[in-house]
T-cell receptor
Framework: KQEVTQIPAALSVPEGENLVLNCSFT??????LQWFRQDPGKGLTSLLL?????REQTSGRLNASLDKSSGRSTLYIAASQPGDSATYLC?????????FGTGTSLTVIP | GAVVSQHPSRVICKSGTSVKIECRSL??????MFWYRQFPKQSLMLMAT?????????EQGVEKDKFLINHASLTLSTLTVTSAHPEDSSFYIC????????????FGEGSRLTVL
């Protein structure tokens, strides 16, 4: 069974700093990997989807990379803002079974 | 991105009553819908996977008679918590996928259930 791990569990950075969130998974036979954001008491918002054939995806200040062979993905957030404070989760898709990491709680300090 | 709507966002009910939560994909046909439960400060716990027109597949430990899932159309799935008890109080979230495999996952806004 796929195991997805996110490190660190919590991260606090000053506004304006660039940061990297990590996601690792045990089974490299994935269709895609998706990064989500969850605000307290809300559902998940899809940020980026990387298909298995892709190495990275970018959206605004966000850049996600995927290295299937090593079972790793990173989410890079440039010039962080207080509004980026949320929990970030990654999830792998292995044939319509989605496995989630436990998330990284990010706090951006003004 | 695609939109998944979940309703109600909050519901408070008395112990012993049943509560229905709806999950709709508004602008796409969802071949598969998923129901999750989330406890405070924890990740998502998959409860069941439902495909349109067929019975839901429940995860181990989830009572199918307690949590009734119906996926009657490609745009609607419902979760009914039957004879709810205080321990059923939780945050329930649905998600939908457009493709059988390799699809992107979209989430509803979640439903906060409080059983008194």
């Amino acid at each position: 069974k796929q195991e997805v791990t996110q490190i660190p569990a919590a991260l606090s950075v000053p506004e304006g700093e660039n940061l990297v969130l990590n996601c690792s998974f045990t089974d490299s036979a994935i269709y895609n990997l998706q990064w989500f954001r969850q605000d307290p008491g809300k559902g998940l918002t899809s940020l980026l989807l990387i298909q298995s054939s892709q190495r990275e995806q970018t959206s605004g200040r966000l850049n996600a990379s995927l290295d299937k062979s090593s079972g790793r993905s990173t989410l890079y957030i440039a010039a962080s803002q207080p509004g980026d404070s949320a929990t970030y989760l990654c999830a792998t898709n292995t044939g319509n079974q989605f496995y989630f990491g436990t998330g990284t709680s990010l706090t951006v300090i003004p | 991105g695609a939109v998944v709507s979940q309703h109600p966002s909050r519901v408070i009910c008395k112990s012993g009553t049943s509560v229905k939560i709806e999950c709709r994909s508004l602008d796409f046909q969802a071949t598969t819908m998923f129901w999750y439960r989330q406890f405070p400060k924890q990740s998502l716990m998959l409860m069941a996977t439902s495909n349109e027109g067929s019975k839901a597949t429940y995860e181990q430990g989830v009572e199918k008679d307690k949590f009734l899932i119906n996926h009657a159309s490609l745009t609607l799935s419902t979760l009914t918590v039957t004879s709810a008890h205080p321990e059923d109080s939780s945050f329930y979230i649905c998600s939908a996928s457009r493709l059988v495999t390799g699809g992107e996952l979209f989430f509803g806004e979640g439903s906060r259930l409080t059983v008194l």
